[in-house]
């Protein structure tokens, strides 16, 4: 949704930052592994991850301004939140990782709430197209 206005490091980290919560709680819903096919599609990009860079501890000062931050909060809440399970070994990671970007308890809290009701419009819209 807001990748367009990350550069090919930005997106390489994010996408390590992906693999990282999807495997934290070591289940991965059918729901999950669409959202990120969706990520990673819209990457519009041949970002290259090796096997190295996807197990290491991504450095986050990629994440250079504010806006960037927020948009890679804002995806990985929605991945977090997409399935609509928020298992504590994601929640912790997501909470560590909004810590480690800057960002303050209440800052997190709005973007959680905005990960949690684009939750509810994604089910919806995936309603609405089943029903067709």
């Known amino acids: 949704m807001f990748l367009r206005i990350l550069n090919d490091d930005q997106k390489r980290v994010l996408v390590i930052i992906a693999h990282h ?3 934290s709680d070591q289940s ?5 592994g669409d959202i990120l096919d969706e990520l990673l599609n819209g990457l519009r990009t041949e970002v290259r ?3 190295q860079q996807l197990y290491a501890k991504p450095s986050l000062a990629v994440f250079d301004s504010r806006e960037v931050r927020i948009a ?3 995806e990985i809440l929605t991945l977090a939140c997409g399935d609509n ?12 990782l909004s810590r480690d970007l800057g960002f303050s308890n209440a800052e ?3 973007m959680k709430q905005w ?3 684009n939750s ?9 197209m089943e029903a067709s």
């Open 21 to 23: 919560l999807v495997i």
């Open 28 to 32: 991965i819903s059918k729901k999950e």
């Open 49 to 51: 991850v090796t096997p």
């Open 72 to 74: 890679v909060m804002l």
């Open 85 to 96: 399970m928020f298992p504590d070994p994601e929640s912790k990671m997501v909470e560590k």
């Open 108 to 110: 997190f809290e709005d």
């Open 115 to 117: 990960g949690e009701k």
């Open 120 to 128: 509810l419009l994604l089910n919806e819209a995936l309603t609405m």
